[in-house]
């Protein structure tokens, strides 16, 4: 959970698959997190868009309508070091060696659980520094990989939703963050008026938060704020 709202400042991730439930499902919970997506359901398509405009990062079957993955892998490598994993129903030990010598950063076979694919993106932005692996405001630092809040490198022991909350608006630091998108990205829920989720993790972290010159104010009760005390 810990880098689930982490987002990408510029660049989009292009998602080549031509299984539609499949890349229904991956483009679901990436933009979830807030990452900007593109969808190839051939190579053609997928050539055209890296033409384009470059993405951050590939997710790339290998058995597509007019070709094979890894030839396109193999042609990308002659001028992009862009990450990519390869996303594929060939999972094999050999058809593994083969995606990561064609150029692949990361190999993951498919079914596959989206909480998964979800991580190893992450891990492979991580690793290709396009996403941070802290976030620091003062005295707080946030370790994005693990999902843990330190409080003068003391951990302040959140629980999972109250990590997330505090993360979602660490990253909006002196920004009111309406409590639609709030739950969105937490929750990954509407909101309902009269729900007292949200309201209540606020104030818990609030406690949690004394000492470190930073406080979660709020505006007409439309939405939160990270700000300096």
């Not at 979602?168 to 937490?186: D, F, M, R, S, T």
């Not at 818990?204 to 930073?214: D, E, N, T």
């Amino acid at each position: 959970m810990g880098n689930d709202f982490l987002r990408l400042s510029v660049g989009y991730l292009l998602l080549v698959e031509d299984e539609h439930l499949v890349q229904a499902g991956n483009k679901r919970v990436l933009e979830r997190r807030g990452y900007s997506i593109k969808q190839a359901y051939t190579l053609a398509e997928a050539r055209a868009l890296v033409a384009d405009e470059p993405p951050v990062a590939i997710v790339l079957d290998i058995l597509l309508p007019d070709g094979n993955g890894l030839d396109f892998l193999q042609e990308l490598r002659k001028t992009s070091n862009v990450p990519v994993l390869v996303l594929t129903a060939m999972g094999t030990h050999e058809d593994i060696i083969k995606g990561l010598e064609a150029g692949g950063d990361d190999y993951l076979t498919k079914p596959h659980e989206l909480s998964v694919f979800l991580k190893r993106v992450e891990a492979l932005l991580r690793r290709a520094s396009l996403i941070p692996d802290a976030l620091t405001l003062g005295p707080l630092k946030l370790d994005t990989a693990s999902g843990t809040a330190y409080l003068n490198s003391v951990d302040m022991a959140l629980a999972k939703k109250e990590y997330s909350l505090l993360q979602l608006l660490a990253q909006h630091p002196e920004k009111l963050l309406g409590k639609e998108y709030i739950y969105e990205k937490v929750w990954n829920q509407d909101w309902l008026d009269g729900d007292s989720a949200l309201m209540n993790t606020v104030h818990r972290l609030r406690k949690k938060l004394a000492g470190s010159g930073y406080t979660i104010t709020s505006e007409r009760n439309e939405g939160y704020c990270l700000e300096k005390e």
